[in-house]
């Protein structure tokens, strides 16, 4: 079986459409696992419920439901809307979303396109779900939508920065931007000589991974971050007016690009696709390298929905001052005494 | 590869086209905000171009800075000081600042034009050597330091301007 992916060579557009169909069956697949496995059940049993129970062994297909409910609903937009620019908003976002996993490597050669600069890549693309959110806000005519989506203009723009900064430091101590490459890195790593388990790099930045997996929970716009979706102050911002599949492709895209952080931070900090033992050039990563990812994955997952699901919202003074006087000094002081290291020993 | 340039020659012209239309509407709109939209698909067209040029970081930089930063200040400028939806009619310039534009862009394509011709001639893009990021870094860090340090510290200036002239006390 691993041999015979492994001799598998397809012609260009082969691979092409292969990748495209991959990509797109992954996405809400993702999302339907992070919305079943956390939003529903781990998030009940934190509150002390039961959370869904009918649809489906122990519940398990109610996203489903809900999801083809979404679907039955009417189109509607609002009267005073931009019809066009409603209309595009989500798709906007879901795009941004759909080329994060263009980067995201699952094994060596398991991947959509294998950058030279990938984890750069990456952070570009993350950027751009903003003009769909600030093209939702303004084209559905509402204040509260307004409201939201500058609320959620000025956040990603402000977490934009410890993100990036918190993953300069890894890319100092790996010595390339290269997704695979920095997997390479921790795989072949050791930790003063012993070689038992590789060096993931969360041995040395901790600080990076708690400055990245807070700034991913404030791009997400998830509590204690989610001041641009309040639903008891500005009654869900940007997303008030949606209903049915365009409210359901902004509910894919967070779930979606909430699973696509969780890679990349366990690409970056857990050592990826990779187990020790076993090196990394060995045909088994084309069976297991998408099974390892997917286990690191729902550990990085369980972080941030823990802290989603226990932690009461900010204020948007307190957001932007952790920012830019806790995060962003916090993240550079994290290069410097990264740079150092890396240049004494 | 020449299968693979045929390709590319298609995408650039669809890509292109694109970018044409969008730059006429930019222009043309009589809607703000739909004119900052119609300047988004032409970045991301420009983006896409790099691409096909194989510059993949030059075109990561593009969305990064102005499709992720500059598109994203101008969407949040207009929604704070004209949130409006619908037309504005006051938004064309007057038939003297039209002709103005118009000779500037006409001076500009010839200027390009020529430099392009007379910079890389009948050189195909598969004769030329693609740069690596890898490589393009190596020159700046070595070559192009002491240019790059007086870049940054010019843009550090800049930031501390803005602040100082931000400032209210």
């Known amino acids: ?23 797109s069956a992954v996405v809400p697949t993702t999302a339907l696992i992070l919305g079943m496995v956390f939003l529903f059940k781990i ?54 979303t759909l080329l994060l996993y263009v980067a995201l490597p699952t094994s060596m050669r398991l991947v959509v396109a294998d950058l030279d600069v990938g984890v750069f890549f990456v952070l570009a693309v993350s950027s751009l779900s903003v003009i769909g959110v600030l093209m939702a806000g303004w084209a559905s005519a509402n204040k509260y939508s307004l ?36 997997v390479f890195a921790q795989a072949d790593g050791s930790i003063f000589g012993w070689g038992g388990i590789g060096f993931p790099y969360i041995l040395t930045q901790f600080v990076g991974f708690f400055i990245f997996i807070a700034a991913v929970q404030a791009e997400l716009t998830q509590p204690p971050f989610d001041m641009p979706v309040a639903e008891s102050e500005i009654v869900s911002g940007y997303q008030v007016e949606y209903t049915g599949f365009r409210f359901l492709i902004f509910f894919l895209a967070e779930f979606a690009t909430a699973f696509a952080f969780a890679a990349i931070a366990a690409v970056l900090f857990l050592g990826g696709w990779a187990v020790p033992w076993l090196p990394t050039s060995s ?15 729902m550990v990085v997952a369980f972080i941030i929905f823990w802290v989603r699901f226990t932690y009461p919202r900010f204020r948007e003074d307190q957001l932007q001052s952790l920012a830019w006087k806790v995060l962003i000094p916090l993240a550079l002081l994290n290069i410097v005494v990264t740079a150092v290291f890396k240049v004494v020993l | 590869m020449l299968a693979l340039l045929v390709a590319q020659n298609i995408a650039f012209y669809i890509i292109a086209a694109l970018m044409v239309v969008g730059a006429i509407r930019v222009v043309t709109t009589k809607n703000v905000m739909h004119a900052a939209l119609w300047l988004v698909l032409v970045l991301s067209g420009a983006a896409a171009q790099y691409i096909l040029l194989a510059a993949e970081f030059v075109a990561i930089t593009q969305v990064l800075v102005y499709l992720g930063a500059i598109i994203v200040l101008f969407l ?32 500009l394509l010839g200027l390009m034009g020529y430099s392009l ?7 195909e893009f598969g004769d030329l050597m693609v740069q690596r990021t890898a490589e393009v870094s190596d020159s700046i860090f070595s070559t192009y330091l002491l240019p790059f340090e007086v870049l940054s510290v010019l843009l550090l200036a800049a930031l501390i301007g803005a602040i100082v002239i931000a400032r209210r006390d």
């Open chain 1, 43 to 96: 998030m009940s049993w934190m509150q002390s419920r039961l959370g869904p129970q009918e649809a489906g062994p122990r519940g398990t297909l109610q996203l489903l439901a809900d999801g083809v409910k979404f679907l039955q609903k009417e189109d509607i937009s609002p009267n005073g809307a931009d019809r066009w620019v409603f209309k595009v908003a989500p798709l906007v976002v879901l795009m941004s």
């Open chain 1, 147 to 182: 409201m939201g989506a500058l609320r959620a203009a000025g956040q990603l723009i402000a977490y934009e920065l410890p993100m990036v900064l918190a993953v300069v430091g890894v890319i100092i101590q790996a010595g390339t931007m290269s997704l695979n490459g920095i």
């Open chain 2, 76 to 107: 949040f400028g207009i929604m704070l000081t004209r949130a409006k939806t619908g037309n504005d009619d006051d938004l064309d310039n007057k038939k003297s600042a039209k002709f103005i534009g118009a000779g500037i862009g006409i001076a």
């Open chain 1, 283 to 297: 045909d088994w990563y084309y069976v297991l390298g998408p099974i390892v990812l997917f286990a690191k994955v």
């Open chain 2, 117 to 123: 011709i007379d910079g890389f001639g009948d050189t």
């Open chain 1, 1 to 23: 079986m691993t041999l015979l992916l492994a001799a598998f060579d397809p012609p260009y557009w082969l691979s092409t459409l292969i990748k495209v169909v991959v990509v």
